[in-house]
């Protein structure tokens, strides 16, 4: 029998059984499975695959050898080979999903949003990426994901990444400076246009809002893993970090606007 592993981090327990991982299933479970038979098909192999539903309702997905990195960062997840190879590799998801978005409008465990240009990942950060050294080589977790606009999706990948994280949040890094020009780097190598760029800050802090929305609203219908973010005060580090975000917006907006 192969080796059992419970996998540390996420809402989610997930166990590790050799070259395979399990994870709970959900209502849009099914949609999530199209996504990844979709990617396959298409080429796209950083993204595990989906081999089947067991009969106690978990999905049986590949397992991605490599480090998936925590908060604070580890210095591979922070180095600016990963953020460089984070906002390709996004670019790169992205794209193989834009022939999916306009035919699955609904399903996902989120709402679409429109204009619908791709399949958002939903929670792209170094917690749900594999890095191979200090480079990322796989996406996992795709639970949260849903038709979106790019910019959506590359709010929070360019929070997560960069960080755009207040001095109090012990989880980033960065003067204000250091972070706009990391944003600056991952918005240049995702390809973000003009006008991607300008809106980047309003749609980094209205993504935060989003964020604790969702962790009230789950915690409220009953999910044990949202409620305790809830307690443990993770909504109101979104909050505050959505605020300093808004503060600072003439630092980042110099180094996103730049020619």
């Given at each position: 029998m192969p080796d059992r592993e419970i996998l540390a981090g996420g809402v989610n327990e997930v166990i590790r059984m050799g070259a395979t991982v399990l994870r709970p299933t959900g209502p849009w479970s099914p949609r999530v499975h199209g996504l990844l038979r979709h990617l396959r098909k298409q080429g796209f192999t950083a993204a595990p695959s989906i081999h089947e539903v067991t009969t106690d309702g978990f999905e049986v997905l590949d397992f991605i050898p490599g480090e998936v990195s925590d908060y604070p960062a580890t210095p591979a997840a922070a180095s600016l080979e990963a953020l460089e190879?984070?906002?390709?590799?996004?670019?790169?998801?992205?794209?193989?999903?834009?022939?999916?978005?306009?035919?699955?409008?609904?399903?996902?465990?989120?709402?679409?949003?429109?204009?619908?240009?791709?399949?958002?990942?939903?929670?792209?950060?170094?917690?749900?990426?594999?890095?191979?050294?200090?480079?990322?080589?796989?996406?996992?977790?795709?639970?949260?994901?849903?038709?979106?606009?790019?910019?959506?999706?590359?709010?929070?990948?360019?929070?997560?990444?960069?960080?755009?994280?207040?001095?109090?949040?012990?989880?980033?890094?960065?003067?204000?400076?250091?972070?706009?020009?990391?944003?600056?780097?991952?918005?240049?190598?995702?390809?973000?246009?003009?006008?991607?760029r300008a809106g980047l800050v309003d749609a980094v802090v209205a993504r935060l809002h989003a964020v604790v929305s969702l962790m009230r609203s789950q915690a409220a219908a009953g999910n044990a893993s949202f409620a305790r973010h809830l307690a443990d005060g993770h909504h109101t580090q979104y909050l505050a970090d959505a605020e300093y975000v808004h503060h600072r917006r003439a630092v980042f907006d110099r180094h996103l606007l730049a020619p």
């Open positions: 190879s984070a906002a390709e590799l996004l670019r790169a998801f992205h794209d193989h999903t834009v022939g999916l978005a306009v035919d699955a409008p609904e399903g996902w465990m989120l709402p679409a949003r429109t204009p619908v240009e791709v399949i958002c990942h939903g929670d792209y950060g170094p917690h749900n990426c594999v890095l191979n050294g200090t480079k990322v080589v796989g996406i996992i977790d795709f639970d949260t994901a849903h038709p979106a606009p790019r910019l959506w999706d590359v709010a929070y990948a360019v929070y997560r990444w960069a960080p755009m994280t207040a001095p109090t949040n012990t989880d980033g890094f960065g003067t204000a400076e250091e972070q706009a020009r990391r944003t600056r780097i991952f918005c240049d190598r995702y390809g973000l246009d003009p006008m991607g």
